[in-house]
T-cell receptor, first 114, second 108 residues
């Protein structure tokens, strides 16, 4: 089975800190995605990547950046964390660029910014 | 954006079938219809997807209306482990855009 691993289950940071959320997948998938999940809003796409060193903005990229130096790893970066970035962050991967491929999700990182 | 509309919540009895509806009146001809579910404290997991024809797998069945403006996810015998949020999703520019989903409660 595909495994998508997020480095932390819970994270507490202070306003203004630089935050790194790490995601690793073990199935050689081309595509990786970062979503945030907030009550009543479902999942919203922040950034995605179809290849190493390649990134595209999702629907809510403001305040975030990403890095994909290796195929298996996709990092989400909060340059200066703010309280409105308190959320559940979910990483996902899929095999090809077409959306009719399955997405495999990690268990999520609950980030609290104080 | 292709949008979906689902009821906020539904309730079912254990061992009974469950029909989860989804409306997607703005669907385009090449959009796949995807269903994912999210169990408590976990990331979403794939359930099923289809384009035009009804689809079956070991988890569920997907019934797609002839005009493709709606679909129904069918759980044939609900168990307590099926209690989750169910998301009906369409493609949007090669991305999956999730809505708020339907909270399914299963009573024993």
């Amino acid at each position: 089975d595909v495994k998508v691993t997020q480095s932390s289950r819970y994270l507490v940071k202070r306003t203004g800190e630089k935050v790194f959320l790490e995601c690793v997948q073990d199935m050689d998938h081309e595509n990786m995605f970062w979503y945030r999940q907030d009550p009543g809003l479902g999942l919203r796409l922040i950034y995605f990547s179809y290849d190493v060193k390649m990134k595209e903005k999702g629907d809510i990229p403001e305040g975030y950046s990403v890095s994909r130096e290796k195929k298996e790893r996709f990092s989400l970066i909060l340059e200066s964390a703010s309280t409105n970035q308190t959320s559940m962050y979910l990483c996902a991967s899929s095999l090809w660029g077409r959306a009719n491929e399955k997405l495999f999700f990690g268990s999520g990182t609950q980030l609290s910014v104080l | 954006d292709a949008k979906t509309t689902q009821p906020n919540s539904m309730e079912s009895n254990e061992e009974e079938p469950v029909h989860l509806p989804c409306n997607h009146s703005t669907i385009s001809g090449t959009d796949y219809i995807h269903w994912y579910r999210q169990l408590p404290s976990q990331g979403p997991e794939y359930v099923i997807h289809g384009l035009t024809s009804n689809v079956n797998n070991r988890m569920a069945s997907l019934a797609i209306a002839e005009d493709r403006k709606s679909s129904t996810l069918i759980l044939h015998r609900a168990t307590l482990r099926d209690a989750a949020v169910y998301y009906c999703i369409l493609e949007y520019g090669n991305k999956l855009v999730f809505g708020a989903g339907t909270i399914l409660r299963v009573k024993s």
